[in-house]
Protein backbone atom coordinates (compact mmCIF):
# COMPACT_ATOMS: atom_id res chain seq x y z
CA UNK A 1 0.00 0.00 0.00
CA UNK A 2 2.59 2.41 0.83
CA UNK A 3 4.25 2.02 -2.89
CA UNK A 4 1.57 2.34 -4.21
CA UNK A 5 0.41 5.40 -2.75
CA UNK A 6 3.60 6.91 -3.43
CA UNK A 7 2.97 6.59 -6.66
CA UNK A 8 -0.51 7.76 -6.89
CA UNK A 9 0.90 11.02 -5.40
CA UNK A 10 4.44 11.20 -7.63
CA UNK A 11 1.59 11.07 -10.57
CA UNK A 12 -0.22 14.03 -9.51
CA UNK A 13 2.93 15.73 -8.68
CA UNK A 14 3.83 15.36 -12.38
CA UNK A 15 -0.14 16.79 -13.53
CA UNK A 16 0.93 19.71 -11.19
CA UNK A 17 4.13 20.33 -12.58
CA UNK A 18 3.14 19.75 -16.49
CA UNK A 19 -0.35 21.72 -15.72
CA UNK A 20 2.16 24.61 -14.64
CA UNK A 21 4.30 24.72 -17.26
CA UNK A 22 2.44 24.21 -20.29
CA UNK A 23 -0.95 23.20 -19.87
CA UNK A 24 -3.21 21.42 -18.64
CA UNK A 25 -3.70 18.81 -21.97
CA UNK A 26 -0.41 18.48 -21.06
CA UNK A 27 -0.85 17.43 -17.41
CA UNK A 28 -3.18 14.51 -18.21
CA UNK A 29 -0.77 13.63 -20.98
CA UNK A 30 2.05 13.06 -18.70
CA UNK A 31 0.14 11.57 -16.11
CA UNK A 32 -1.16 8.95 -18.86
CA UNK A 33 2.13 8.46 -19.79
CA UNK A 34 3.44 7.83 -16.14
CA UNK A 35 0.40 4.98 -15.43
CA UNK A 36 0.96 3.24 -18.36
CA UNK A 37 4.74 2.90 -18.17
CA UNK A 38 6.13 -0.95 -17.25
CA UNK A 39 8.72 0.14 -14.32
CA UNK A 40 6.48 2.96 -12.71
CA UNK A 41 3.42 0.58 -12.77
CA UNK A 42 5.39 -3.05 -11.26
CA UNK A 43 7.56 -0.67 -8.50
CA UNK A 44 4.51 0.92 -6.96
CA UNK A 45 3.03 -2.65 -6.72
CA UNK A 46 6.40 -4.25 -4.80
CA UNK A 47 7.88 -2.92 -1.02
CA UNK A 48 10.83 -1.17 -1.72
CA UNK A 49 12.13 1.69 -0.62
CA UNK A 50 12.40 2.93 -4.53
CA UNK A 51 8.96 4.66 -5.12
CA UNK A 52 8.95 6.76 -1.79
CA UNK A 53 12.71 7.85 -3.14
CA UNK A 54 11.07 8.60 -6.88
CA UNK A 55 8.13 10.46 -5.05
CA UNK A 56 10.85 12.76 -2.88
CA UNK A 57 12.67 13.45 -5.54
CA UNK A 58 9.54 14.38 -7.70
CA UNK A 59 8.47 16.47 -5.18
CA UNK A 60 12.11 18.15 -4.91
CA UNK A 61 11.98 18.39 -8.43
CA UNK A 62 8.20 20.01 -8.96
CA UNK A 63 8.93 22.60 -5.90
CA UNK A 64 12.08 23.99 -8.17
CA UNK A 65 10.42 24.02 -11.34
CA UNK A 66 7.16 26.01 -10.14
CA UNK A 67 9.49 28.30 -7.93
CA UNK A 68 11.42 29.24 -11.19
CA UNK A 69 7.61 31.04 -12.43
CA UNK A 70 6.04 31.62 -9.47
CA UNK A 71 5.27 35.03 -8.08
CA UNK A 72 6.24 33.87 -4.67
CA UNK A 73 8.76 31.60 -5.07
CA UNK A 74 10.02 31.23 -1.77
CA UNK A 75 7.88 28.45 -0.33
CA UNK A 76 8.07 26.39 -3.50
CA UNK A 77 11.61 26.54 -3.09
CA UNK A 78 11.57 25.53 0.72
CA UNK A 79 9.46 22.56 -0.03
CA UNK A 80 11.93 21.94 -2.71
CA UNK A 81 14.74 21.70 0.52
CA UNK A 82 11.77 19.59 2.56
CA UNK A 83 11.77 16.72 0.06
CA UNK A 84 15.35 16.89 -0.74
CA UNK A 85 15.61 15.88 2.90
CA UNK A 86 12.98 13.21 3.71
CA UNK A 87 14.98 11.73 0.37
CA UNK A 88 17.76 11.55 2.50
CA UNK A 89 16.31 9.78 5.07
CA UNK A 90 14.39 7.09 2.49
CA UNK A 91 17.53 6.45 0.70
CA UNK A 92 20.78 8.90 1.32
CA UNK A 93 22.80 11.13 0.46
CA UNK A 94 21.80 10.72 -3.27
CA UNK A 95 18.66 12.41 -2.92
CA UNK A 96 20.25 15.46 -2.34
CA UNK A 97 23.32 14.88 -4.87
CA UNK A 98 21.52 14.51 -7.80
CA UNK A 99 19.22 17.39 -7.95
CA UNK A 100 22.36 19.36 -7.10
CA UNK A 101 24.59 18.10 -9.61
CA UNK A 102 21.76 18.55 -12.46
CA UNK A 103 21.29 22.12 -11.20
CA UNK A 104 24.76 22.63 -11.80
CA UNK A 105 25.03 21.05 -15.14
CA UNK A 106 21.97 22.73 -16.53
CA UNK A 107 23.48 26.65 -15.24
CA UNK A 108 27.12 25.43 -16.93
CA UNK A 109 25.27 23.96 -20.33
CA UNK A 110 22.64 26.99 -20.38
CA UNK A 111 25.01 29.99 -18.91
CA UNK A 112 21.79 30.49 -16.87
CA UNK A 113 22.59 31.38 -13.24
CA UNK A 114 19.37 32.83 -12.01
CA UNK A 115 17.99 29.54 -10.32
CA UNK A 116 20.51 29.87 -7.72
CA UNK A 117 19.73 33.01 -6.98
CA UNK A 118 16.13 31.68 -6.43
CA UNK A 119 17.08 28.62 -4.01
CA UNK A 120 16.73 30.47 -1.00
CA UNK A 121 19.39 28.43 0.15
CA UNK A 122 19.32 30.84 3.59
CA UNK A 123 16.46 28.96 4.82
CA UNK A 124 16.42 26.05 2.66
CA UNK A 125 19.81 24.72 3.87
CA UNK A 126 18.42 25.26 7.69
CA UNK A 127 15.60 23.75 7.07
CA UNK A 128 17.16 20.73 5.17
CA UNK A 129 19.52 20.20 8.15
CA UNK A 130 17.07 20.27 11.02
CA UNK A 131 15.05 17.51 9.25
CA UNK A 132 18.15 14.80 8.09
CA UNK A 133 20.52 15.64 11.33
CA UNK A 134 18.74 14.46 13.66
CA UNK A 135 18.44 10.72 12.88
CA UNK A 136 21.87 10.46 11.50
CA UNK A 137 23.43 12.24 15.00
CA UNK A 138 21.12 9.35 16.93
CA UNK A 139 22.34 6.46 14.87
CA UNK A 140 25.90 7.36 15.48
CA UNK A 141 25.25 7.68 19.06
CA UNK A 142 23.71 4.35 19.22
CA UNK A 143 26.25 2.97 17.00
CA UNK A 144 29.60 3.47 16.95
CA UNK A 145 30.62 2.84 13.92
CA UNK A 146 27.33 4.13 11.54
CA UNK A 147 28.78 7.19 10.33
CA UNK A 148 31.56 4.68 8.55
CA UNK A 149 29.21 1.78 7.79
CA UNK A 150 26.73 4.28 5.68
CA UNK A 151 28.65 6.90 4.76
CA UNK A 152 31.92 4.77 3.46
CA UNK A 153 30.41 1.27 3.04
CA UNK A 154 26.71 1.94 1.85
CA UNK A 155 27.74 5.06 -0.67
CA UNK A 156 31.02 5.30 -1.80
CA UNK A 157 32.32 1.59 -1.78
CA UNK A 158 28.51 0.60 -2.88
CA UNK A 159 28.83 2.94 -6.05
CA UNK A 160 32.95 2.66 -6.76
CA UNK A 161 33.63 -0.94 -5.93
CA UNK A 162 31.83 -4.61 -6.71
CA UNK A 163 31.47 -4.81 -2.84
CA UNK A 164 27.60 -4.64 -3.36
CA UNK A 165 27.96 -8.13 -5.52
CA UNK A 166 25.56 -6.18 -8.20
CA UNK A 167 27.71 -6.07 -11.48
CA UNK A 168 26.67 -5.78 -14.76
CA UNK A 169 27.83 -4.12 -17.93
CA UNK A 170 27.84 -0.47 -18.49
CA UNK A 171 25.20 -0.58 -20.98
CA UNK A 172 22.77 -2.47 -18.11
CA UNK A 173 20.20 0.47 -18.19
CA UNK A 174 19.91 0.97 -21.70
CA UNK A 175 18.20 -2.30 -21.84
CA UNK A 176 16.40 -1.24 -18.32
CA UNK A 177 15.19 1.70 -20.20
CA UNK A 178 14.03 0.45 -23.21
CA UNK A 179 12.02 -1.92 -21.07
CA UNK A 180 11.22 -0.33 -18.37
CA UNK A 181 9.24 2.69 -20.51
CA UNK A 182 7.01 0.32 -22.44
CA UNK A 183 4.93 0.91 -24.13
CA UNK A 184 6.43 4.90 -24.69
CA UNK A 185 9.48 3.95 -25.44
CA UNK A 186 9.20 5.36 -28.53
CA UNK A 187 8.64 8.77 -27.47
CA UNK A 188 10.57 8.36 -24.97
CA UNK A 189 13.62 8.00 -27.43
CA UNK A 190 12.10 10.62 -29.12
CA UNK A 191 12.29 13.12 -26.40
CA UNK A 192 15.92 12.30 -25.07
CA UNK A 193 17.12 12.67 -29.02
CA UNK A 194 15.65 16.02 -28.88
CA UNK A 195 16.02 17.40 -25.29
CA UNK A 196 19.23 18.82 -25.29
CA UNK A 197 18.72 21.93 -26.73
CA UNK A 198 19.32 25.34 -25.36
CA UNK A 199 16.62 27.83 -24.96
CA UNK A 200 16.32 30.40 -27.93
CA UNK A 201 16.80 33.12 -25.13
CA UNK A 202 19.88 33.66 -23.40
CA UNK A 203 19.08 33.43 -19.30
CA UNK A 204 15.41 31.91 -19.27
CA UNK A 205 14.95 29.00 -17.59
CA UNK A 206 14.34 25.61 -19.57
CA UNK A 207 11.80 23.98 -17.74
CA UNK A 208 12.64 20.95 -20.75
CA UNK A 209 16.42 21.56 -20.83
CA UNK A 210 16.53 21.19 -16.94
CA UNK A 211 13.98 17.80 -16.70
CA UNK A 212 16.25 16.25 -19.71
CA UNK A 213 19.63 16.82 -17.96
CA UNK A 214 17.86 15.06 -14.88
CA UNK A 215 16.86 12.26 -17.03
CA UNK A 216 20.07 11.64 -18.68
CA UNK A 217 22.36 12.19 -15.61
CA UNK A 218 20.37 9.23 -13.47
CA UNK A 219 21.25 7.21 -16.57
CA UNK A 220 24.74 8.08 -16.99
CA UNK A 221 25.31 8.01 -13.33
CA UNK A 222 24.21 4.74 -12.11
CA UNK A 223 25.87 3.04 -15.73
CA UNK A 224 29.48 4.14 -14.42
CA UNK A 225 28.57 2.93 -10.75
CA UNK A 226 30.06 -0.75 -9.99
CA UNK A 227 26.58 -1.08 -8.39
CA UNK A 228 23.52 -1.69 -10.40
CA UNK A 229 19.48 -2.63 -10.17
CA UNK A 230 16.67 -2.10 -12.09
CA UNK A 231 14.76 0.33 -9.76
CA UNK A 232 17.97 2.40 -9.71
CA UNK A 233 16.74 4.69 -12.39
CA UNK A 234 12.98 5.30 -11.36
CA UNK A 235 13.43 8.68 -10.11
CA UNK A 236 13.77 9.48 -14.25
CA UNK A 237 10.48 8.14 -15.11
CA UNK A 238 8.01 10.77 -13.92
CA UNK A 239 10.60 13.56 -15.61
CA UNK A 240 10.59 11.24 -18.91
CA UNK A 241 6.68 11.57 -18.35
CA UNK A 242 6.66 15.65 -18.76
CA UNK A 243 9.33 15.20 -21.49
CA UNK A 244 7.09 13.22 -23.13
CA UNK A 245 3.86 15.19 -22.64
CA UNK A 246 5.74 18.28 -23.59
CA UNK A 247 6.49 16.70 -27.33
CA UNK A 248 5.80 18.46 -30.64
CA UNK A 249 1.54 17.36 -31.61
CA UNK A 250 2.64 16.09 -34.85
CA UNK A 251 5.52 14.47 -33.41
CA UNK A 252 3.43 13.02 -30.69
CA UNK A 253 0.32 12.00 -32.78
CA UNK A 254 2.77 9.78 -35.37
CA UNK A 255 3.97 7.93 -32.05
CA UNK A 256 0.36 6.96 -30.30
CA UNK A 257 -0.44 6.10 -33.73
CA UNK A 258 2.73 3.03 -33.87
CA UNK A 259 2.06 2.93 -30.30
CA UNK A 260 -1.62 2.26 -30.67
CA UNK A 261 -0.36 -0.97 -33.68
CA UNK A 262 1.78 -1.90 -31.16
CA UNK A 263 -1.02 -2.43 -28.34
CA UNK A 264 -2.94 -4.04 -30.79
CA UNK A 265 -0.94 -6.51 -32.09
CA UNK A 266 0.73 -7.38 -28.45
CA UNK A 267 -3.43 -8.21 -27.77
CA UNK A 268 -3.76 -10.44 -31.00
CA UNK A 269 -0.62 -11.87 -29.78
CA UNK A 270 -1.32 -12.64 -26.12
CA UNK A 271 -4.75 -13.69 -27.11
CA UNK A 272 -3.39 -16.59 -29.50
CA UNK A 273 -1.19 -17.39 -26.78
CA UNK A 274 -3.92 -17.87 -23.81
CA UNK A 275 -6.01 -20.01 -26.14
CA UNK A 276 -2.37 -22.27 -27.14
CA UNK A 277 -1.44 -21.89 -22.86
CA UNK A 278 0.27 -25.11 -22.48
CA UNK A 279 2.04 -24.86 -25.25
CA UNK A 280 3.57 -21.72 -24.60
CA UNK A 281 5.09 -22.11 -21.13
CA UNK A 282 8.15 -24.24 -21.18
CA UNK A 283 7.84 -27.68 -19.48
CA UNK A 284 9.70 -27.76 -16.19
CA UNK A 285 8.70 -28.80 -13.10
CA UNK A 286 7.07 -25.77 -12.01
CA UNK A 287 5.09 -25.29 -15.26
CA UNK A 288 1.54 -26.60 -13.13
CA UNK A 289 2.07 -23.53 -11.38
CA UNK A 290 2.02 -21.19 -14.84
CA UNK A 291 -0.86 -23.08 -15.56
CA UNK A 292 -3.65 -21.05 -13.98
CA UNK A 293 -1.95 -17.95 -16.17
CA UNK A 294 -4.03 -18.29 -19.54
CA UNK A 295 -6.85 -16.81 -18.06
CA UNK A 296 -5.30 -13.49 -16.71
CA UNK A 297 -3.09 -13.32 -20.27
CA UNK A 298 -6.73 -13.25 -21.92
CA UNK A 299 -8.09 -10.79 -19.84
CA UNK A 300 -4.84 -9.12 -20.54
CA UNK A 301 -5.06 -9.53 -24.40
CA UNK A 302 -8.42 -8.09 -24.53
CA UNK A 303 -7.88 -5.10 -23.01
CA UNK A 304 -4.22 -4.36 -24.95
CA UNK A 305 -6.42 -5.20 -28.25
CA UNK A 306 -9.88 -2.82 -27.45
CA UNK A 307 -7.28 0.17 -26.26
CA UNK A 308 -4.85 -0.21 -29.24
CA UNK A 309 -7.96 -0.58 -31.92
CA UNK A 310 -10.26 2.32 -30.57
CA UNK A 311 -6.99 4.73 -30.94
CA UNK A 312 -6.74 3.19 -34.65
CA UNK A 313 -9.84 4.11 -34.93
CA UNK A 314 -10.42 7.15 -33.89
CA UNK A 315 -6.90 8.25 -36.10
CA UNK A 316 -5.53 9.73 -33.30
CA UNK A 317 -7.19 13.28 -33.97
CA UNK A 318 -6.99 14.01 -30.20
CA UNK A 319 -3.50 12.92 -29.09
CA UNK A 320 -5.13 13.90 -25.45
CA UNK A 321 -7.48 11.19 -25.90
CA UNK A 322 -5.33 8.41 -27.34
CA UNK A 323 -2.62 9.28 -24.23
CA UNK A 324 -5.08 8.81 -21.64
CA UNK A 325 -6.57 5.95 -23.59
CA UNK A 326 -3.45 4.01 -24.07
CA UNK A 327 -1.98 4.87 -20.56
CA UNK A 328 -4.82 3.48 -18.81
CA UNK A 329 -5.24 0.64 -20.62
CA UNK A 330 -1.30 -0.35 -20.21
CA UNK A 331 -1.89 0.40 -16.62
CA UNK A 332 -4.89 -2.28 -16.19
CA UNK A 333 -3.20 -4.11 -18.26
CA UNK A 334 -0.27 -4.40 -16.01
CA UNK A 335 -1.91 -4.37 -13.05
CA UNK A 336 -3.72 -7.55 -13.91
CA UNK A 337 -0.88 -8.94 -14.75
CA UNK A 338 1.25 -8.47 -11.06
CA UNK A 339 -2.66 -9.52 -9.63
CA UNK A 340 -2.17 -12.61 -11.61
CA UNK A 341 1.62 -13.27 -10.00
CA UNK A 342 -0.32 -14.34 -6.85
CA UNK A 343 -1.45 -17.69 -9.13
CA UNK A 344 2.63 -18.59 -9.26
CA UNK A 345 3.43 -17.20 -5.84
CA UNK A 346 4.89 -20.49 -4.58
CA UNK A 347 7.84 -19.90 -7.25
CA UNK A 348 8.72 -16.65 -5.41
CA UNK A 349 7.20 -15.85 -2.07
CA UNK A 350 7.55 -17.58 1.38
CA UNK A 351 3.97 -17.57 2.38
CA UNK A 352 3.78 -21.31 1.76
CA UNK A 353 6.47 -21.97 3.59
CA UNK A 354 5.06 -19.80 6.58
CA UNK A 355 1.88 -21.72 6.29
CA UNK A 356 3.64 -25.42 6.07
CA UNK A 357 4.87 -25.04 9.83
CA UNK A 358 2.34 -26.09 11.94
CA UNK A 359 0.99 -23.65 14.67
CA UNK A 360 1.67 -25.80 17.54
CA UNK A 361 5.01 -26.19 16.22
CA UNK A 362 5.68 -22.69 15.65
CA UNK A 363 7.99 -22.13 18.30
CA UNK A 364 10.41 -24.31 17.07
CA UNK A 365 14.04 -23.39 15.89
CA UNK A 366 13.92 -22.27 12.05
CA UNK A 367 17.24 -22.12 9.96
CA UNK A 368 17.39 -20.58 6.67
CA UNK A 369 20.66 -22.86 5.54
CA UNK A 370 22.75 -20.57 2.65
CA UNK A 371 20.07 -19.09 1.46
CA UNK A 372 17.09 -16.46 2.54
CA UNK A 373 13.45 -15.37 1.36
CA UNK A 374 13.02 -12.25 2.55
CA UNK A 375 9.50 -12.91 2.81
CA UNK A 376 9.26 -15.89 4.69
CA UNK A 377 9.90 -13.80 8.29
CA UNK A 378 6.95 -11.45 7.08
CA UNK A 379 4.67 -14.74 6.62
CA UNK A 380 6.16 -16.16 9.80
CA UNK A 381 5.98 -13.09 11.85
CA UNK A 382 9.41 -14.03 13.98
CA UNK A 383 13.04 -14.48 12.37
CA UNK A 384 14.99 -17.00 11.47
CA UNK A 385 18.40 -18.14 12.19
CA UNK A 386 20.90 -17.34 9.06
CA UNK A 387 23.43 -20.56 8.30
CA UNK A 388 26.06 -19.67 5.64
CA UNK A 389 24.56 -16.28 4.53
CA UNK A 390 25.31 -12.51 5.20
CA UNK A 391 24.34 -10.81 2.15
CA UNK A 392 23.04 -7.33 2.48
CA UNK A 393 22.39 -8.69 6.78
CA UNK A 394 26.17 -8.56 7.12
CA UNK A 395 25.99 -5.48 9.48
CA UNK A 396 23.49 -6.26 11.42
CA UNK A 397 24.73 -9.98 12.36
CA UNK A 398 27.81 -8.68 13.13
CA UNK A 399 25.81 -6.21 15.64
CA UNK A 400 23.66 -9.90 16.57
CA UNK A 401 26.24 -12.60 15.76
CA UNK A 402 24.08 -14.68 17.54
CA UNK A 403 21.63 -14.44 14.79
CA UNK A 404 23.22 -16.70 12.48
CA UNK A 405 25.81 -19.54 11.95
CA UNK A 406 28.65 -19.02 9.74
CA UNK A 407 29.73 -22.55 9.77
CA UNK A 408 27.65 -25.41 7.98
CA UNK A 409 29.31 -28.27 10.47
CA UNK A 410 28.07 -26.04 13.35
CA UNK A 411 24.16 -25.67 11.76
CA UNK A 412 24.12 -29.62 11.45
CA UNK A 413 25.39 -30.07 15.52
CA UNK A 414 23.01 -27.99 16.53
CA UNK A 415 19.98 -29.77 14.14
CA UNK A 416 21.39 -32.82 15.18
CA UNK A 417 20.88 -32.32 18.99
CA UNK A 418 17.29 -31.01 18.28
CA UNK A 419 14.34 -32.83 18.48
CA UNK A 420 12.21 -30.33 16.78
CA UNK A 421 13.17 -27.78 13.84
CA UNK A 422 13.09 -26.44 10.68
CA UNK A 423 15.24 -25.63 7.75
CA UNK A 424 14.83 -23.71 4.57
CA UNK A 425 17.22 -24.54 1.30
CA UNK A 426 17.63 -25.29 -2.20
CA UNK A 427 16.68 -28.10 -3.54
CA UNK A 428 20.38 -29.07 -4.45
CA UNK A 429 21.11 -28.27 -0.52
CA UNK A 430 18.40 -30.60 0.65
CA UNK A 431 19.89 -33.31 -1.80
CA UNK A 432 23.20 -32.74 -0.66
CA UNK A 433 22.50 -33.28 3.03
CA UNK A 434 20.64 -36.34 2.21
CA UNK A 435 23.09 -37.79 0.55
CA UNK A 436 25.44 -37.75 3.84
CA UNK A 437 22.80 -38.64 5.78
CA UNK A 438 21.80 -36.17 7.52
CA UNK A 439 18.53 -36.95 9.64
CA UNK A 440 15.86 -34.92 8.53
CA UNK A 441 12.15 -35.03 6.28
Not at 15 to 28: D, H, I, P
Not at 91 to 117: C, E, M, N, Q
Not at 163 to 176: E, K
Amino acid sequence: MYSALTALAGMALVWMVARGLWSEAAAWRAAAVLCGMLMFVALGQILTLDMSLTFCMTLSLAGFLIAQTAARPKPWMLLAWAAAALGVLTKGVIAAAIPAAVLTLYSLYSRDFAPWRRLHARWGLPLFLVITLPWHWLAARRLDDFLQFYFVHEHLARYLTPSADRQQPWWFFGWVFLAGTVPWTLSALRALGGGWRRSAVPAEFNPALFLWIWVVFIGVFFSISDSKLMPYILPAMPALALLIAALPARSLQRDLRLTAVITLMAGVSLGYASLHWPRVIASSDRSGYFLGLAKPVGQIAVLLAVSGLFVLLQHVRNANRATVFLGVGWCLAWLLLIRAAALVAPVYSGVRLGAGIPAAERGAPVYSVATYDQSLTFYLQRPVTLVRYRGELDYGLRKAPDAGIADEEEFLRRWSLQSQAFAVMEKSMFDDLKRRRVPMR
